[in-house]
């Protein structure tokens, strides 16, 4: 009974999934609202359920496969209040469209439980149930608009690459149990620190692990599935790929690597130097040729994820920290950027070419500067909140002794800032392509005032944030 009220919010989510489920089945012709509400209330009720129970101590249940700490209670509570706004976001999108999408909702809710899973695994095992609740849930997503060729083909690539990258990260799961014997990463992390033959297996095992994990992050040379699954997607679904599982992601790279596979630090680190290189690179390059807007935050997405790595390749607290820090700002800024290509879509075409932004000042002053707010924060302009994001990735990666990787990181974020810059010029400087107002319910604009407002006050006080970031990492680490 003490290991079962540690898990509460998951259990509350899954019965009020199934409940979900249940309304939805059973509402007959009734509008598809009361699935909205009826997930919103779900979301809500294990947001609270997260916040009253916020442990100030690290516990183990269920024989050690589930961990409860500081860190992953406050990346639940992030990723279930990017669910709840995706939410929002996908019931304007899905009535100018005049379609009935229940099945986003219900899908969501089911991939959340799979992120709080994978947030909380402290068993190799539990990290592979959680993260194929979540994939599984994605697929579906993906192709839910089964009309449309492009999101069929975006979901066959991204399933049939997906379990692929399943296949491996359970291949390298197999070598390290070969090897210690355990699927517990507080185990584990004895093992890692052998020197004998077995350091080589162990080796061997982890670069099939980061296979894994870079695929769901969605780093270079295992970004292949992104930039098709952000355009053939419908925009809901692309705002919810891109947001909330890149926390759950996160989490998974920290509790296997930080905290299972602390020993072979120094081999993981190498490993995650190539990917953060090739990312960073390859995404700002590759991102300044787009002109389709969803595409184009695809490979911001990689470049972001490569900065990301960054902070996890100094294997310290405060590098964690860092990261943990860089991957909340970045979910809530991409958040609002696609709320934002939402906003800007009509009933007979979605506003996803990067030309659609144009004069968007002029018509709306208000949700010109919300955006002006979010691409200056991608782009790392100071003082917003990107910027405070890149700087304490960057300080950890200098003080652990890599002064040419930071100094490489920051060449390719000031050639990524022109494609960001360049919508901000779309925005005040070109005519506009529609003179008609935003349409677009009034819940959905609060939410994205509230969003651009949010990054707009972290970027003023950036160590409101970062402390807690340290404190939970603290704890995490203890």
């Keep these: 009974m003490t290991d079962l009220s540690l898990i509460i919010p998951e259990l509350s989510l899954l019965t009020l999934a199934c409940g979900v489920l249940l309304i939805d089945v059973f509402r007959g012709r009734a509008p598809d609202a009361i699935t909205f509400w009826a997930a919103v209330i779900s979301i809500l009720v294990t947001l609270v359920q997260v916040s009253l129970q916020f442990p100030d101590r690290t516990m183990i249940a269920f024989f050690g496969t589930v961990k409860i700490d500081p860190m992953g209670a406050a990346l639940k509570a992030v990723a279930l209040t990017l669910v709840l706004m995706s939410f929002f976001f996908a019931r304007d999108h899905f009535d100018k469209k005049q379609e009935e999408c229940s099945e986003f ?36 997503m993906v192709a839910m608009n089964r009309d449309s060729a492009q999101s069929s083909e975006a979901a066959m690539k991204y ?3 997906g379990a692929l990258a399943s296949g491996m990260l359970l ?30 297996l162990m080796v061997f095992g982890v670069v099939f692990i980061i296979v894994g994990i870079a695929f769901k992050l969605g780093v270079v040379p295992f970004h292949m599935w992104l930039p098709d699954v952000y355009q053939g997607a419908a925009t ?17 790279a920290i509790r296997v690597l930080a905290d299972g596979l602390q020993g072979l630090a120094m081999e993981w680190s190498s490993m995650l130097i190539i990917l953060a290189v090739l990312s960073i690179g390859i995404g700002n390059i590759v991102a300044i040729a787009q002109t389709n807007m969803k595409r184009m935050l695809a490979y911001s997405t990689i470049a972001h994820m490569g900065f990301l790595l960054l902070g996890v390749l100094a294997a310290n607290n405060s590098g964690y920290a860092s990261a943990m820090f860089y991957v909340i700002i970045y979910a809530l800024t991409t958040t609002g950027a696609f709320g934002a290509v939402i906003l800007l879509s009509r009933s007979d075409t979605d506003a996803d070419q990067i030309s659609d932004f144009s004069g968007l000042a002029k018509r709306s002053p208000w949700f010109g500067f919300i955006m002006l707010v979010l691409m200056f924060s991608l782009a790392g302009v100071p003082p917003f909140a990107g910027f405070w994001a890149k700087w304490y990735v960057l300080k950890e990666v200098v003080a652990a002794g890599y002064v040419w990787l930071a100094a490489l990181a920051v060449l390719f ?55 807690a970031c340290v404190i939970a990492t603290i704890s995490y680490s203890s």
Excluded: C, W
Excluded at 427 to 443: G, I, K
């Design 105 to 140: 909702y219900i899908l969501s809710l089911f991939a959340t439980i799979g992120m709080l899973v994978l947030i909380s695994a402290n068993s190799l095992l539990t990290v592979y149930l959680g993260l194929e609740l979540l994939s599984l849930s994605l697929y579906s």
């Design 159 to 161: 399933f049939i690459l």
């Design 171 to 200: 291949y390298g799961i197999s070598m390290l149990y070969g090897v210690s014997g355990t699927l517990q990463l507080d185990q584990l992390v004895a093992y890692s620190e052998l020197i004998d033959q077995k350091r080589i």
């Design 236 to 252: 809901p679904v692309t705002l919810f790929i891109g947001t909330a599982p890149k926390i759950a992601a996160f989490a998974m």
């Design 413 to 467: 974020s000031i050639i990524g800032a022109y494609y960001y810059l360049r919508i901000v010029k779309l925005m005040y400087f070109d005519e506009a392509n529609e003179v008609q107002h935003l349409v677009a319910s009034q819940d959905m604009k609060l939410v994205l005032s509230v969003n651009g407002l949010v990054i707009f006050l972290l970027g003023l006080l950036p160590g409101t944030l970062m402390s």
